[in-house]
C-alpha cells in the first residue's frame, strides 16, 4: 500500500527567507505525486505535480518542488517566503493500479506553515 | 470555468434531519469524489464517482447517500447522522479517475454540524 509523510507537523520561517515543507513516500511501482495547500476554511488547492521527466517541477505562486527518487522524496520548495503562504500543505501520492483508487491515492498527514513577518 | 462550486456553505442539523450536500463543475470532468475533513487532518476519501456511476464506496455508513444526477452534478444526502459525523465536507473533480496524473480540483467545501 501507498503511503506518504510528511516528517513537521509545523514549520516556521521568516518572511524572505526560504521555505522547505518535507515529504516522502512510500510505494510499489512508479509514484505521480502532488502538492496542494488550504488555507483557512477553504478547500483545496492544487500546486503543482510530478510526472515524469525533469526532477524540478515549478508550480503556483512560487512554489517549486524537487524530487529524488534514491531518497523517495518530494519536498515543497519557494526561495522567498510571503506571510500569506502561511497555510496547511498536503503532498499527496498516487501510484499502483487504476483500480483500488481509494489505496492507491493516499494524502500525507499535512504540515502547517507559518511565515513570520 | 475552472471551479468546482459547494453548497451550502455552512450547515447545521439536528440528528433526525434529512438535509443535502450539493457540488457542481463545468470543466467536463468525468470524475467527481466527496471526502470528509477533520480539522487539521488531511481529506478521506468517501465515494468515487466515474462517468456518473459510483466507482468506490469507502466503507462509508448508510446515512450517507450519494448520487450523480449527470456529469455536472453531484449530491451527498444526508440522514439520521451522528455529531461525530461533524466535518468539512469536501467535492472533488478531475478529468478522468483513471488518469493516473491527474490532478484533482476542489470545492470550498460545506462546513457541517451536527448537533
Known amino acids: 500500500a501507498q503511503s506518504v509523510a510528511q516528517p513537521e507537523d509545523q514549520v516556521n520561517v521568516a518572511e524572505g527567507n526560504p521555505l522547505t515543507v518535507k515529504c516522502t513516500y512510500s510505494v510499489s511501482g512508479n509514484p505521480y505525486l502532488f502538492w496542494y495547500v488550504q488555507y483557512p476554511n477553504r478547500g483545496l488547492q492544487f500546486l503543482l505535480k510530478?510526472?515524469?521527466?525533469?526532477?524540478l517541477v515549478k508550480g503556483s505562486y512560487g512554489f517549486e518542488a524537487e524530487f529524488n527518487k534514491s531518497q523517495t522524496s518530494f519536498h515543497l520548495k519557494k526561495p522567498s517566503a510571503l506571510v500569506s503562504d502561511s497555510a496547511l500543505y498536503f503532498c499527496?501520492?498516487?501510484?499502483?493500479?487504476?483500480?483500488?483508487?481509494?489505496?492507491?491515492?493516499?494524502f500525507g498527514p499535512g504540515t502547517r506553515l507559518s511565515v513570520l513577518p | 470555468d475552472t471551479e468546482v462550486t459547494q453548497t451550502p456553505k455552512h450547515l447545521v442539523m439536528g440528528m433526525t434531519n434529512k438535509k443535502s450536500l450539493k457540488c457542481e463543475q463545468h470543466?467536463?470532468?468525468?470524475?467527481m469524489y466527496w471526502y470528509k475533513q477533520k480539522a487539521k487532518k488531511p481529506p478521506e476519501l468517501m465515494f468515487v464517482y466515474s462517468y456518473e456511476k459510483l466507482s468506490i464506496n469507502e466503507s462509508v455508513p448508510s446515512r450517507f447517500s450519494p448520487e450523480c444526477p449527470n456529469s455536472s452534478l453531484l449530491n451527498l444526502h444526508l440522514h439520521a447522522l451522528q455529531p461525530e459525523d461533524s466535518a468539512l465536507y469536501l467535492c472533488a473533480s478531475s478529468q478522468d479517475r483513471d488518469l493516473m496524473y491527474n490532478e484533482q480540483f476542489f470545492g470550498p467545501g460545506t462546513r457541517l454540524t451536527v448537533l
Open positions: 510530478y510526472i515524469t521527466g525533469d526532477n
Open positions: 499527496a501520492v498516487r501510484a499502483g493500479s487504476r483500480d483500488n483508487y481509494g489505496q492507491n491515492f493516499v
Open positions: 470543466m467536463g470532468h468525468r470524475a
